[in-house]
């Protein structure tokens, strides 16, 4: 299926006080800056769609000379000052030929993920024959958000909408029309720009792209359909790990020879909430990784494809990774159990196994001097900050779906 991208850079910004477009955000590799409108072609390009064209209007020339630089195709508005569905009707009327799909992307929403993209591309590839085509839109929470999926042939319906009179803009033109929420685990979809302070919000939740937020995580256990005792458990496993990243903060905090940065308790409970992603598969912990870095997360890939087994150099900090792997040997199910039980029960199914019970008593031993590190550089016993957490979310009358209000932002 040939799609095209048409992203909007027409507005006059007079909230912002600055062109939106080349608003730097850092969305490079290693956390470097680019123009939002960099950002979002480097996510277009890296789910296939190439075919992108810009919409310019107020700043029309550095638009079009920054969207040329970036090999784009350029339309201009004319009017402008008509808003945005003007935008979207001259980026219609420039479609490339041949698309049988379009993307309407206002370039102040820069931080959708390109797993929903993907979504959305994936749902229009699974389209029926008999039915007429659909509109798709990203939905997170049950909030419809950016950008709408369009297909071609409702063309002509939004253009001739446009020749009305155009009120109510793209939604009204898309009332009556065949439409589709697409569930996404991406908060992102609806945050935008249009203040200065909203941009320094995006400017810091840009900096976690490449991982999830606590609800998002949550989300994204709900469409990998995963089962409430596994839910219960991944919901364990997060609030041990945000405790434990919580107490090594403050016991960090003015401490002259601690890490600039501690670690971050919301990137630790999202770890923990998706350690198990992928439990039943073989090698679970690996594919866990695997399926998240396909998503476009590495960040969050990284946090569960060793909570297995690992160990950490006496010069390397304790990261959320770490905690993640800890706090996961707390949980057995959603309760508390010490680590000599936790291993001491694998040793008792493997007992007549000797080579298997070697490899126990050595992860275990890895996790006793984890546990050991912790406690000294946290001040407190790991084992008890756990059995409190735990103890705290067994009280929690607000249910499973309670972690997806919890902690939705860095």
């Known amino acids: 299926m040939k799609c095209c991208a048409i992203l909007l850079a027409a507005g006059q910004a007079s909230r912002m006080g600055a062109v939106k477009a080349l608003l730097p955000l850092p969305l490079l590799p290693g956390g470097a800056s680019c123009s939002a409108l960099e950002g979002l072609v480097r996510c277009y390009r890296g789910v296939g769609v190439d075919d992108i064209l810009v919409v310019s209007g107020f700043h029309a020339g550095e638009v079009e000379t920054a969207a040329r630089d970036l090999g784009l195709a350029v339309a201009r508005n004319p009017r402008p000052e008509r808003g945005m ?163 090594l903060c403050e016991r960090r905090e003015g401490q002259e020879d601690a890490p600039a940065s501690g670690p971050d308790p919301e990137l630790a409970r999202a770890g923990g909430l998706l350690h198990d992603i992928c439990k039943g598969q073989p090698g679970h912990e690996k594919a866990g990784g695997r399926f998240l870095a396909g998503l476009g997360l590495p960040a969050a890939a990284a946090l569960v494809a060793d909570h297995r087994d690992l160990s950490l150099p006496a010069h390397a900090p304790m990261s959320e990774r770490e905690l993640v792997y800890l706090a996961d040997k707390y949980c057995h199910g959603h309760d508390f159990v010490p680590l000599e039980r936790r291993f001491g029960q694998k040793l008792e199914i493997f007992a007549a196994d000797p080579e298997a019970c070697a490899a126990i008593r050595s992860r275990l031993a890895r996790a006793r001097a984890m546990e050991t590190r912790l406690a000294r550089e946290a001040g407190r016993a790991p084992a008890e900050i756990a059995r409190e957490a735990l103890a705290a979310l067994a009280e929690d009358d607000g249910g499973l779906e309670a972690v997806a209000g919890n902690g939705g932002g860095r």
């Open 85 to 247: 569905f003007s935008s979207v009707c001259v980026g219609l009327r420039a479609m490339p030929v041949g698309c049988e799909s379009c993307f309407v992307h206002p370039v102040d929403v820069p931080l959708v993920r390109p797993m929903t993209l993907s979504a959305l591309l994936d749902a229009a590839a699974e389209k029926s024959p008999h039915g007429p085509p659909q509109v798709l839109l990203p939905s997170f929470n049950g909030k419809s958000g950016h950008p709408p999926l369009l297909p071609a042939p409702y063309r002509e319906h939004i253009l001739a909408h446009e020749r009305r009179g155009g009120q109510g803009g793209l939604c009204a033109a898309l009332a009556d029309l065949p439409r589709r929420d697409v569930p996404v685990a991406d908060s992102f979809i609806l945050e935008d720009m249009d203040h200065p302070e909203e941009y320094a919000r995006l400017q810091d939740l840009a900096a976690g792209r490449d991982a999830l937020l606590p609800a998002e995580a949550w989300s994204l256990l709900r469409l990998c359909r995963v089962q409430e005792r596994g839910l219960r458990h991944a919901r364990a496993v997060g609030a041990v790990a945000a405790a434990l990243a919580r107490t």
